[in-house]
């Protein structure tokens, strides 16, 4: 369980190693308490949606032959979470729902939330204990790969930047930067 969320965290961090994922961490970056606000809704629809269709694949799905659903079923999963986060957002933090703005029903296509579903069902076969373990590894690795992300460009804000390179430009060279930090990582295995 260590290894996987080892893994999950510095080796294949799904936004820093596999780039997947790259609209929220570019778009609620700029701080700190948005990127975490972001991540831990992240946390939660990844987590609960990669169980659900885990469970909906294996008890489901494959018993009655109907694995060609499983795209659309894993995003109608996905798309119920999202909804439900939405709603808890806007009814109790209405600021933080208007801060986070369109990126928070984007996460209904983030593709990082259904590799999550695929991985876990398709790919890696595991069992509850392990999906439950991988989603929340690969979620936490999200939410601290934004952070630190969120925390380095609030840091550039007050730096002496050439004007052409504010912005967008110097948030891509930061994350090739953290990109290429974490793939360190990899050669410590």
Known sequence: ???????TLFINNIIL???????PFIGV???????????????????CSSVISWALYNYVLVPYELTYLTTIIFILVIASFVQLVEMVVKRFSPGLYSTLGIYLPLITTNCAVLQVA?????????????????????????????????AIREQL?????????KGVPIAFMTAFAMALAFLGFGGMA
């Open 29 to 47: 970056s700029t701080k700190r308490k948005n990127a975490l606000s972001m991540g831990m809704a992240v946390i939660f629809v990844i987590v």
């Open 157 to 165: 804000n007050g730096a002496p930047i050439k004007r052409h390179y």
């Open 1 to 7: 369980m260590f290894s996987i969320i080892f893994s």
């Open 118 to 150: 695929n991985d876990v069902t398709l790919s890696l076969g595991y069992g509850i204990g392990n999906t439950i373990v991988y989603s929340l590894g690969v979620s936490l690795g999200f939410t601290m790969a934004i952070f630190l992300f969120s």
């Open 17 to 23: 190693n596999k780039i997947i994922g790259m609209c």
